[in-house]
């Protein structure tokens, strides 16, 4: 078939130009006399890669200058991990808020060596709601507090109900797992200590993540670890501790001069607004046949999870889904049902064509 | 300039073909209607490479069926911390053997939790030589002891006179840095209890790494970690724990079918013979105008460092170099002077156009 209309959660849709470009240089990157895939992390043509992708994402994000950039290898997980070893020494306490699968996973990354508060989760509610701020149960002291920003799964994103989206949780540092929507609409890192995102969503390729965080948490000593999961000795060596994921973050610097060409984050931020209210609107307006379950006042811009009512229709709806153009809708294993992941790649004219195939499913099995 | 003889370290030359099949995907891959770098880990078009890959590396490599494989992000340096969480308890001994940089870093990645004994070192000899088997000073009972089989750097492998390579270290498990030369000749797997290696030198892209670990020894309980640092449950879950540098498993697939194709690790043992030989040969016969200061019996046949007797010629020689399509030639900052990297997407051309050079330049300048 043709290109289609990608709905996946991730690795998910890139630019069309991103890829053309890529595919451009696949034989030969510039002068260099090899695939961009070939040469050396250290050599001149990928130091130049490196520090323009870091100066536009510093750009496209607006980062203040006393927060570093790393991009390392691996996604989220990968970071959960890490974020523990590298900022709660032994004994001390760690906050997280659950409000979906990937809040939950992030528990799984700790070790006996820090004491885990769950300060507060949605689970019993099935993930519909964000727990109210004033029943979270902050340890004070804590070494940090950490959220899910966007809950791919579930479909649950801290919206500006919640401030800008931070919540405010006074003295502690604030971590956010921005993975799902990094760059979906202007973001103000001051209100983070740190952040991290795996790059396959809303920044381009998998296989590589971006951690911004306050320079001075990297004085911390965190818990022993081996060298390469210090993430000071990372900034220390330009992210290049061990030889990185070059391709991936090529991929990355591509993805990210595309979102600055067509706009920045506001523009995006317009386009997630446009797109999440053509989704929902037309789930909501079909009197029970498709259904979302979460609380519209956190409702995710960027994953829309929806059920029919009738299940069994599931695999009809699939099929003609394909025929239509329109792929990765199947939802996750999770949840079941069917998914939509409209991340900054995904058109304005790809959720309208979702869209006009819902209502016209629904006319013929409604 | 046109696609040059690339002597990269790693990131290294992959097979023409091998990029011309990824250019040729790169928007659509089958009949999947999106980039390989944008379907989902999950769908049967992803699954379909990675089992694949994984049947065709284990005919490449003939590996034993209790041996299980596991393909995990990052490098090599990751799974040095990996390697010991997961198989080293809280006080026992690991031993280690250094027989260049790369030995040496990997002591870097052990927390204090484990008794760290240096078996051996070749540092007070600059790493011309690997220490002899009766002078290693191994603990008895120690969790394993660790290897580094090729030395990119230091230019110093584990050859024949030791083994299969591997030198016998009775009933410990010997775990073996193969990142440089795996699939560069027949390997007796069983004689190692596992081997790891970054990918992007003998086995394609950056990004990805595998590791052949015998499937008893994940049933050791290791220290505390993250369940994403668990080699045990990355193999429960087909090395999908969290979503994988797709696109780099994909390419190293397409490298393994190459060396299939090419004759497997017989005909590349052969290759390497030849390629290694013109070039310590050409050194050696130069009368000293070219030097290289390892033992004979463990040079590596993959990196090849060599240095100018007059060390005023080395830019010279860099920049004729390149203009005679030769590049990727420079050293690496710990040694200096230059390094040949001829791995097997290196054809036996690239290196006799570099002993041209190389006895030209001499000629000009000897």
């Known amino acids: ?29 510039g002068d260099a006399g090899a695939s961009i895939v070939e040469i050396s992390h250290r050599g001149p043509e990928f130091m130049q890669i490196a520090a323009q992708t870091e100066a536009d994402l510093r750009t496209l994000l607006a980062v203040p200058d006393d927060y570093a950039v ?9 970071q959960q991990a890490l974020i ?13 808020v659950v409000s979906g699968h990937w809040g939950k996973t992030a528990l799984k990354q700790l070790t006996p060596a820090v004491r885990l508060n769950i300060a507060a989760s949605g689970e019993a509610d099935g993930y519909h709601t964000i727990p109210a701020r004033d029943s979270w149960q902050l340890t004070p002291g804590a070494a940090y507090v950490h959220i899910t920003a966007n809950e791919t799964i579930h479909g649950v994103e801290f919206r500006p109900a919640w401030g800008n989206p931070a919540p ?19 973001l103000d890192i001051s209100r983070y200590a740190l952040i991290y995102a795996g790059a396959q969503k809303n920044l381009g390729p998998v296989g590589i993540s971006v951690v911004i965080v306050r320079r001075d948490l990297l004085e911390r000593a965190g818990q022993p670890r081996a060298h390469m999961f210090n993430y000071k000795a990372q900034l220390e060596n330009d992210s290049m501790l061990n030889t990185p994921p070059t391709w991936n973050w090529y991929l990355l610097g591509l993805t990210v001069k595309w979102m600055l060409g067509e706009g920045g984050t506001d523009e995006f931020d317009r386009r997630s ?22 609380d519209a006042s956190v409702r995710s811009r960027m994953n829309v999870p929806f059920f029919l009512a009738d299940e069994a229709l599931n695999d009809a709806f699939l099929s003609g889904a394909r025929e239509a153009g329109l792929i990765g809708l199947k939802g996750h294993r999770v949840l079941g049902g069917m998914r939509a992941s409209i991340y900054n790649a995904m058109p304005v004219e790809g959720v309208q064509a979702l869209v006009g195939y819902m209502q016209e499913f629904q006319k013929r099995h409604g």
Chains 1, 2 share one sequence.
């Open 1 to 29: 078939m043709a290109r289609a209309y990608n709905f996946s959660p991730g690795p998910a849709a890139l630019p069309e130009s991103v890829l053309r470009q890529a595919q451009s240089d696949m034989l030969e990157w």
């Open 70 to 78: 790393l991009f390392v290898p691996g996604g989220a997980t990968t």
């Open 84 to 96: 523990a070893l590298n900022f709660a020494s032994e004994g001390d306490a760690v906050d997280y």
């Open 168 to 186: 405010d949780v006074g003295d502690v540092p604030l971590f956010a797992d921005f993975s799902s929507s990094i760059a979906s609409e202007p």
């Open 273 to 294: 607004d446009v797109k999440s209210m053509l989704l929902y609107s037309t789930i909501d307006g079909s009197g029970g046949f498709y259904r979302n379950d979460v």
